[in-house]
């Protein structure tokens, strides 16, 4: 609206604040205008000129408030999620991490919608927030590691918002992990060992060799799902685990046992077709062209665990934990554990094995010499 008043020629418009959700007035005063236009009606036409001209570039979807904060502040929070997982997927993101942010940025903004701030945008999400959403995590009874890794996402995904100047701030910086807990992984003995190999055998064998993949050869429950045949190596007495399919990223050689071998010979002299899994999606867990998820492993141990009556701590994970134990009971020493446990440095390993082994206080008492 073209206005005339004492204070001279002026243009007033409404523009909404994408962050209050109101209207405000804006005023565009046309002092040159007036000392270059010596008529009333050309001043005036002018003027209406530069009223269309606005009306244009504010339907368009311009707005004076990002004349000083870049108009990226105002994206809403869903639409940031979808930029910030397509520019991760561009980098070349491992699939396993990218789906770990898509998992934790989805149940924030579930968050978000339950608690007001659905209306939220990327530059009004800010420390106080970051905090309620945080707190509300650990009320919910997350672990510690839970908490961590969820801070960890928050940091990473508004850490790229600030970058591309999405956002004002990281909100989630400065907030403290919580401390780690210890592991309640238990080790193994050979009598549950027993109990396990003896269900297995009866309900599904193809378990017995992921338990003894475990154990024996160190590899993760989750690279022993995308072993394909290619990868076993009965000459050479190893699988490879290719960097993309390993945890830490690097390609190495997992050794095996006379037993594994035994156990995967017949396998391989049935399949002529080396890409095929190892495990793959089926009944029986024979060798497919689709893998078996690795959820479906952990799952078949829980259902074990309960058949069996084994206590809690004792996890499919433990296998792992308990093989390398009994390595260094063994006699064989430190760093080739390490090695063939794929850890970085002999504190990470010490991690793993230092948990309560109920023997030793039996072979203490039996071994132990005279004072």
């Known amino acids: 609206m073209v206005k005339e008043t004492k204070a001279g020629l002026m243009i007033e418009y409404y523009v909404l604040n994408p962050s ?40 368009g979807g311009w707005t004076p408030l990002h004349e000083t904060e870049d108009g990226r502040l105002y994206t809403p929070l869903r639409e940031l999620r979808e930029k910030f997982l397509a520019s991760k997927k561009a980098e070349g993101c491992r ?17 978000c919608e339950d608690n007001g701030f659905a209306d939220c945008f990327s530059g009004t999400f800010l420390r106080p927030q970051a905090v309620r959403y945080m707190d509300d995590v650990l009320e919910l009874g997350n672990r510690n590691r839970s908490y961590n890794n969820t801070l960890k996402v928050m940091r990473a995904f508004f850490q790229w918002g600030l970058e591309h100047l999405y956002c004002k701030e990281n909100p989630f910086v400065g907030m403290k992990t919580l401390k780690k807990e210890p592991k309640i992984r238990g080790l193994v003995p050979p009598d549950a060992r027993a109990i396990i190999t003896e269900y297995y055998k009866n309900t599904r064998p193809a378990m017995n060799i992921v338990c003894q993949l475990v154990y024996s050869s160190a590899i993760r429950p ?11 190596h ?6 490879v685990i290719p960097a993309d399919n390993a ?9 095996l046992t006379p037993s594994l071998d035994g156990m995967l010979a017949p396998i391989l002299s049935k399949c002529k077709n080396l890409d095929l899994y190892l495990f793959g999606k089926n009944e029986e867990l024979l060798p497919d062209v689709t893998p078996i998820n ?10 074990m665990r309960k058949a069996t009556g084994l206590p809690k701590e004792i996890q499919l994970y433990s296998l792992r934990d308990t093989g390398l134990t009994d390595l260094l009971h063994a006699g064989v020493d430190q760093l080739t554990v390490q090695h ?8 990470i390993q010490n991690i793993y094995t230092d948990h309560f082994d109920s023997g030793l206080n039996k072979k203490i008492y039996e071994n132990a010499p005279e004072f």
């Open 234 to 239: 009965l000459d050479r007495h190893c699988i």
């Open 222 to 232: 989750g690279e022993i799902a995308k072993i394909q045949l290619k990868h076993i």
């Open 294 to 303: 690795k959820q479906y492993f952990q799952k078949s141990w829980d259902r």
């Open 95 to 111: 699939p396993t991490t990218l789906t770990q942010y898509g998992s934790v940025t989805d149940i924030w903004l579930r968050w």
């Open 247 to 255: 945890k830490n990223h690097k390609e190495r050689f997992a050794a």
């Open 340 to 347: 063939h446990a794929d850890h970085s440095s002999l504190a």
């Open 20 to 59: 209050s959700g109101t209207m405000e007035r804006k005023r565009m005063r046309l002092t040159k205008l007036v000392k270059r236009i010596p008529t009333k009606r050309g001043r005036l036409l002018a003027a209406q000129q530069v009223a269309d001209n606005l009306n244009s570039k504010l339907r």
